[in-house]
């Protein structure tokens, strides 16, 4: 049972506009930043989104952070099959005094 | 270019030991917070352990407290997980990654290294 809640997979049509959700509490997304990732099968993680809506550099600016609350989300816009993947959220949680992960969201391009 | 290299794992007993290494390059070891992350076979992602730059503060998972140690060598930039009573639940790779550095408790992970399988069985 992950602390942050994802839905386990979504799914879109190339060009179509994507939202991934990450529900948390007061604890974690209410009171911290949240960061986003993303993982190809069989490779490492590769950071997508931090400080909530913020873009590395080199990462498309198709991809977009929001946070409202204690929930926060991914939007993947002009979806294209390269975007196959897990997308995670992450965020510190104040009561365990360390990092959380979300289950984790498969999105498969139809 | 940043590199970080993982190494140490392998096959190990319930209750055995392991040390975990990762190697870095192409930044300032010394002035980088590090992680280590875990992904079991078929599941998500689960942070484990984190080490301040100068390895002054350690954090850990509720899951491994008490059994897996962090730490650092700035001389050598290495990172080492030991690993001490491993259980089946322990199966996973493990990856060490850099801390992103915005902020003091920042669940942002810049640079990951390849992984390191490590198998908990008898």
């Known amino acids: 049972q992950s602390v942050l809640t994802q839905p386990p997979s979504a799914s879109g049509t190339p060009g179509q506009r994507v939202t991934i959700s990450c529900s948390g509490s007061?604890?974690?997304?209410?009171?911290?930043?949240v960061y986003w990732y993303q993982q190809v099968p069989g490779t490492a993680p590769k950071l997508l989104i931090y400080?909530?809506?913020q873009r590395p550099s080199g990462v498309p600016d198709r991809f977009s952070g929001s946070k409202s609350g204690t929930s926060a989300s991914l939007a993947i816009s002009g979806l294209r099959s390269e975007d196959e993947a897990d997308y995670y959220c992450a965020a510190w949680d104040d009561s365990l005094s360390g990092r959380v992960f979300g289950g984790g969201t498969k999105l498969t391009v139809l | 270019q940043v590199q970080l290299v993982e190494s140490g794992g392998g096959v190990v007993q319930p209750g055995g030991s392991l040390r975990l290494s990762c190697a870095a390059s192409?930044?300032?070891?010394?002035?980088?917070?590090m992680h280590w992350v875990r992904q079991a076979p078929g599941k998500g992602l689960e942070w484990v352990a984190f080490?301040?730059?100068?390895?002054?503060?350690?954090y850990y998972a509720d899951s491994v407290k008490g059994r897996f140690t962090i730490s650092r060598d700035n001389s050598k930039n290495t990172l080492f997980l030991q690993m001490n009573s491993l259980r089946a639940e322990d199966t996973a790779v493990y990856y060490c990654a850099k801390d992103l550095g915005d902020n003091w408790n920042s669940a942002g992970f810049d640079y990951w290294g390849q992984g390191t399988l490590v198998t908990v069985s008898s």
């Open positions: 007061s604890s974690n997304i209410g009171s911290n930043y």
């Open positions: 080490i301040r730059y100068d390895g002054s503060n350690k």
């Open positions: 400080r909530n809506n």
């Open positions: 192409g930044f300032t070891f010394s002035s980088s917070g």
